[in-house]
């Protein structure tokens, strides 16, 4: 071996063990990056910064494409009983601390078109039930969701801060409901403690006697003129609302008020929203029909007293 050969030798041997140390691939597939540690994965990477650990980063990936992924996972193939996970996240210290922060999966988006921005995604693909979102708290673990197809099922407690839409895209109350809403038991808060300024109802059958009880059926979207505009980069187009009545509530015949009317005689029982429809609190009128009856069973009273008297 003349003398540039081994030069030549010797300095790929160097190179080899540098990037060896910070590389490795074995006989099997399994690769490790910036581990000492034989990795047991396909690919194991390791990062020993102090402050930012990142396992796998793409930084600026930007492509004509449809999709620019950042990382993708995909798992097909399989036993029956298979688990598959495309990308799992999990974060945990083996003791509690009271300081930091653990995120299993951190989702961030942005400034794209309008109404297409989402932090996470999650979509029910296939024939089969399941939950595209599956949230449970220790103790629960997994759960038999049934066949329905649930874009979200949590086995814990839930907290939402701000309003919170059933078949409403645009809430004006904290829970807004466009349907029916079913529960064993309903209940308000109603202890003294929180109450101030208590004042008798005083005129409960002057007031009852100006409301007036009416039938009605509700309109369709279609009636009202709503329509579903969707916002796409190469501009706008009405699709099909997806916060329609059931065809049941649209032939159904209710009983009620109108708002309109009722304003004029109790109008802190009505509400408006921020499109300027009017809401009635049912519940609030029952002290009035209380009073109502208790005054109109002083009259009877009367009455009786007056004729046994003859």
Known sequence: MNRQNLFLTLGMSLCFLVANAQLKVL?????????????NQKVHVMSNNQYQQFGLAV?????????????YGTVDGGSSMTKFVGVRGYAQRETAYSEGRTIGVWGGAGNA????????????????GGAAIYGTIPGRGEFYVGSAFWAGFFR???FMEELVGVKQANPSYEVDVNGTVRAVNYITSSDMSLKKEVAPITNGLNVIKQINGITFKLKSPEELGQKNVMKLDTGEVVVPLNTRLSDENLQKVFSGLSAQELQKILPNLVTKDKDG??????????????????????????????????
């Open 113 to 128: 078109t309008d109404g297409w921005n989402f932090a996470v995604w999650g979509e029910l693909i296939g024939t089969n």
């Open 277 to 310: 429809k009017l809401s009635v609190s049912y519940l609030e009128l029952i002290p009035y029909l209380i009073e109502a009856i208790k005054e109109q069973q002083i009259q009877i009273e009367e009455l009786k007293k007056l004729v046994d008297s003859k």
């Open 156 to 158: 814990g407690n839930v």
């Open 59 to 71: 930084n600026k990936a930007v492509t004509d494409l449809s999709y620019t992924l950042g990382m």
């Open 27 to 39: 006989s099997n597939g399994n690769v490790g990056i910036g581990t000492s540690a034989v990795p």
